[in-house]
């Protein structure tokens, strides 16, 4: 039988408990059981009712112990119910809490808040989320309404197990793109999204569609976690009223400057674009349409190299093949001289000439080209500036395609 997770962590305890104790010796074992007869001791509370207990739960651990908010209003929530009802209530709470496991069930309430709220949290989750959702006045209605579809769609956005007869792959493949991002503001307005419209999946491949253009946009342009959630508040309230999506001034779709910027940011310095992170994730991007988006990576590691090298060597054909200096370190950095590769090589290897560096950097025999940014490498013979310019302005329009800039 597959256990719950809070007996699977019971069991772990309990094991824990019994390699240790197997580990002391006889007098360490009697010193211990003598320390928890005489200086331990287990308080019993007992309540009249489930209404005083509930209460009396919620008094005793909203006072620093380490439960979670999720514990705390699951006690305030549930508490509200009839006692007819709470049952059947309560079993609906822990079915979406083993559906998400315990940390990501902790972190639906910070995304309902969000939802409610569509501003920057600036107390407590806990105390936020009892401002602004208020659930403890329709205690059921917010089960049955939100909780439960909230946690689905949470599940699908996590996993990416969005299930349908049609578009499914697509749906899961733009939340893939999105879970890259490294900042999670995205995921309220997409929940919300999808507990309306879990039924129409042409409706969220369009959605999500737009949704990873506008996230990778604003993440490549740096902006900030203030910036990132009054764009998805306004999002949030324009899915709320049911508003179009696709129209021009929508907060889902790109502004003209947004989309100047943006080209002008992929058409840069891509190598040294504030974290690493984000030229990873562009290469990647990039590397999922050559390969019409059936790539699929589970690499522990994934480095972006250098194709002409930063500094080669004098008398390399490098500088044959680029004798202006200028025009060299003008190209070394941007999106048609980078390439992707499996776990860090030899560094010294980044300036071997061109054929050699073909064989012992990019081969496949050696295991560190299953990108098809490093398969165009490989075809080529020589890498010049017509080659890289060539290469460059087919790698930029790629993503102006794919994010309609």
């Known amino acids: 039988m597959q256990l719950t997770e809070p007996r699977q962590r019971l069991r772990s305890n309990l094991l824990l408990f019994l390699e240790r104790v197997s580990a002391l010796t006889v007098d360490e074992r009697q010193a211990f059981a003598t320390y928890l007869v005489q200086d331990t001791f287990l308080i019993a509370v007992s309540t009249p009712s489930l209404d005083s207990a509930f209460r009396i739960f919620s008094v005793l651990n909203d006072r620093g112990l380490d439960l979670t908010a999720a514990d705390i209003l699951k006690a305030e929530i549930i508490g509200a119910i009839s006692e007819t009802a709470r049952d059947a209530y309560t079993k609906k709470w822990e079915d979406a809490e083993e559906l998400l496991g315990t940390t990501v069930f902790s972190e639906l309430f910070a995304h309902i808040r969000f939802i409610h709220a569509r501003k920057k949290q600036k107390g407590s989750v806990l105390k936020e989320f009892r401002d602004s959702v208020k659930a403890k006045d329709s205690p059921k209605a917010f089960i049955d309404d939100q909780l439960t579809s909230f946690a689905d769609a949470l599940e699908q956005i996590k996993n990416q197990s969005y299930a349908s007869t049609t578009d499914a792959e697509a749906v899961n493949r733009y939340l893939r793109f999105l879970a890259r991002l490294e900042e999670s503001d995205w995921v309220a307005p997409a929940i919300l999204f999808q507990s309306k419209h879990a039924n129409d999946s042409a409706l969220l491949k369009s959605f999500y569609a737009d949704l990873e253009r506008l996230a990778s ?3 490549i342009l740096g902006y900030d976690v203030n910036q990132r959630i009054e764009r998805y508040g306004k999002l949030i309230e324009a899915i709320d009223e049911e508003a179009d999506l696709s129209a021009k001034k929508s907060p889902l779709q790109l502004t003209w400057p947004e989309q100047s910027n943006a080209e002008d940011a992929l058409d840069g310095d891509i190598y040294n674009i504030s974290r690493k992170s984000k030229r990873t994730m562009i290469l990647l991007r990039l590397d999922e349409l050559l390969s019409s988006g059936e790539a699929s990576y589970h ?14 060597k004098a008398g390399s054909q490098w500088l044959e093949w680029w004798p202006d200096e200028q025009q ?3 190209a070394v950095h941007r999106l048609g001289n980078l390439t992707l590769l499996n776990g860090r090589q030899n560094p010294a290897a980044g300036n ?3 054929s050699k560096k073909k064989s012992a950097y990019f081969s496949k025999k050696h295991g560190s080209c299953p990108f098809s940014l490093t398969a165009q490498v490989l075809k080529e013979t ?3 500036p017509a080659i890289f310019d060539r290469r460059h302005k087919e790698l930029l329009q790629k993503l ?3 994010w309609r800039l």
Do not use: C, G
Request: hydrophobic fraction near 45%; glycine fraction near 0%.
């Open 382 to 384: 020589e890498w010049t």
């Open 352 to 354: 071997y000439e061109f």
């Open 400 to 402: 102006k395609d794919a």
């Open 217 to 219: 946009v604003m993440w």
């Open 299 to 312: 690499f522990t590691s994934i480095t972006v190299e250098h194709v002409a090298p930063q500094n080669p």
């Open 328 to 330: 060299r370190l003008a």
